[in-house]
């Protein structure tokens, strides 16, 4: 039954492109663990699973999961300071700590960065598409920023230098599991996990797959360091991957090979990018492609989370650094593309020329083109309408949607007159307006009141207290005219959207409605709110049954993914109920509206 997570074993097509682009790590079983999460639907389409299997993770399942994941590296310090190593039947197999480039190291060319507390499982193919599938928490690499720093190899679960310990928190690990399956069912492009193993001190292992875990970090560091060969060794095996997958339709060889993956790649990341600022995803992007993957995907959700509201100037606090804020990511996402677009000429070329000289090339105009009907889009749905609609307000009335967006735009920038404020993990100045409140509660009003005489208008002090942020002071709701002409300004964009959307502007409205009361549902996980309900859930391992906690999080699960037709909220008699899984739904439930504005 579970034959095919024998498959995972080490062996990936990336040794036989990218010779220097890891390092191998022997391994030992880690004893101790438990699977607490794992992703039924994910492990059937892997194929790991048999289509009718129960969700129950049995005895029989659990330890084929630990058998497989639950591992943990012999390292440069267990090498020098062990004398024996244990005989568990791994003593014949090797997985790769790959390389990349990182801004956390000093080193700019990625000879000493890349995956400092994980390793690559391997890969597996199904009839329709192959996964690669790397682990997280497994032990401490010479590849950690920490371990550059120390003189003398560190041993795994040290805490003398950062990011050294090579082990990965139980929280953390849930957290990532939890938010990247919402992602991914909401439709964005992500990153999933595959299952997170407890061990008693309460760390894990986080298992995350993708059919193609490749960074653009990976393919810059052979950039970076001019070695061609390697570059196109490691390009190509990335595109046959896309191939593979039926993702790209690109030939087998010479130059529009290149180029049509390029267009690909422009496109698919000035769309993530689009997503990301439009759903207010914060997702540390920097020049050297490490937070994402190189097919325009999410990854890493160690750093990724996702705001109430436009919190653009928020930062992160790094140790020495600040991160990038909310409507920066835009300018680094175009200048990895502008990155891939000097790879691809040092690949077409042969020579490789300065960066410089691509900031004018006609493949960045596709990246804006692509970044703002992307971000249109993703703000028409927003607002409720359908596919078909956005696609006819878009094609027929781009006009009325820019105009919409400018008014949007004023709104979404308003910001505390507290000014910039420290937050535990960084700076933040929060914005006055939630307009998720607005965009949900307009098209109620609107229903209401809806006369074919004349289009009714809510009154501008009420219309901006709908959307005001609980936390904000009077100041900052003071009714200036401009504010009034801005609110008024807003509904008339609105309503022309409205009626340029169809025939019957009742009938849009009411569609609109039903819609929107479900995308801007005013309960959704926050970084706060998500710690928090992953804390309740942690807690409950040591008392609830693994099956039960399995469900209670699906259930979770399910009931934040904002889409018309999938979303499950969670009914009232689902909470009050006396097993422990009501009791836990109702500690999510509670997290959920009280960090329901926070960051």
């Not at 550059?148 to 929280?171: C, H, K, N, R, W």
């Not at 596709?366 to 749905?381: A, G, K, P, V, Y």
Request: charged fraction near 30%; charge should be neutral.
């Amino acid at each position: 039954m579970y034959e095919n997570f024998d498959k995972i074993n080490g062996s990936h097509p990336w040794r036989d492109v990218s010779p220097h682009g890891y390092i191998d790590y022997p391994v030992c079983y880690r004893k101790g663990g438990r699977v607490i999460y794992f992703n039924f639907n994910l492990a059937r389409e892997m194929g790991l699973i048999p289509r009718d299997h129960p969700k129950r993770i049995t005895k029989k399942l659990e330890q084929v999961i630990l058998k497989t994941f639950s591992l943990q590296i012999l390292n440069e310090y267990d090498w020098a300071n062990r004398r024996s190593f244990p005989k568990d039947g791994y003593e014949d197999r090797l997985y790769m700590a790959t390389r990349y480039l990182q801004t956390q190291h000093a080193s700019k060319q990625g000879e000493t960065s890349g995956d400092g507390r994980s390793i690559w499982n391997g890969y597996l193919k199904t009839r329709s598409r192959t996964f690669d599938i790397s682990s997280c928490g497994t032990g401490n690499t010479i590849l950690s920023p920490g371990a550059q720093e120390s003189p003398d190899p560190i041993p795994t679960g040290s805490t003398e230098y950062g990011y050294a310990s090579g082990l990965a928190e139980i929280d953390e690990m849930m957290g990532g599991a939890v938010m990247s399956e919402i992602f991914y069912r909401e439709g964005y492009p992500t990153e999933r996990c595959l299952t997170v193993i407890e061990y008693p001190d309460r760390t894990a292992i986080g298992v995350r797959t993708a059919p193609n875990l490749i960074r653009p970090a990976h393919l810059f560091r052979y950039l970076k360091s001019g070695q061609l060969d390697e570059l196109i060794g490691s390009f190509d095996c990335f595109i046959d991957r896309q191939v593979e997958n039926r993702v790209y339709d690109v030939p087998n060889s010479g130059k529009t090979r290149y180029r049509k993956a390029l267009e690909y790649i422009t496109r698919t990341h000035a769309k993530l990018a689009a997503v990301m600022e439009e759903e207010y995803i914060f997702n540390w992007l920097a020049w050297d492609g490490d937070n994402m993957l190189a097919s325009g995907a999410l990854l890493d959700y160690g750093s990724i989370r996702q705001f109430s509201a436009k919190h653009n100037r928020y930062r992160y606090e790094d140790v020495d650094r600040y991160s990038t804020t909310l409507t920066e990511q835009r300018v680094w996402a175009r200048k990895i593309i502008q990155t891939f677009i000097q790879l691809t000429d040092f690949v077409i070329t042969a020579e490789k020329k300065n960066l410089e000289t691509f900031k004018d090339d006609p493949m960045l105009d596709l990246f804006d083109e692509c970044f703002e009907r992307e971000r249109h889009s993703r703000m028409l749905w927003k607002i409720g309408f359908t596919p078909a609609q956005s696609q006819r307000l878009l094609r027929y009335h781009s006009s009325k949607v820019e105009g919409f967006r400018k008014v949007l735009n004023y709104f979404e920038d308003v910001k505390t007159s507290s000014g910039l404020e420290e937050v535990p993990d960084g700076i933040n100045h929060p914005p006055v307006f939630l307009v998720r409140h607005i965009l949900k509660f307009l098209p109620l009003f609107l229903v209401n009141h809806f006369s074919t005489d004349e289009w009714p208008v809510m009154d501008e002090e009420d219309f901006c207290k709908i959307m005001a942020g609980s936390y904000v002071e009077e100041d900052d709701l003071v009714l200036t005219d401009y504010r009034r002409r801005k609110a008024l300004e807003f509904q008339a964009q609105y309503a022309a959207l409205i009626r340029a959307a169809g025939k019957n502007p009742a009938k849009v409205l009411q569609r609109v409605a039903e819609r929107s009361g479900v995308i801007n549902y005013e309960y959704r996980k926050t970084g706060d709110g998500l710690t928090w309900i992953v804390n309740e859930a942690v807690r409950a391992t040591k008392k609830m049954d693994v099956n039960e906690l399995q469900s209670a999080i699906e259930r979770f699960i399910q009931s934040q993914v904002l889409v018309p037709g999938k979303w499950r909220p969670i009914r009232e008699s689902e909470l009050h109920g006396r097993t422990m899984k009501s009791r836990l739904l109702q500690r999510m439930q509670e997290n959920l509206e009280m960090y329901s504005e926070t960051i």
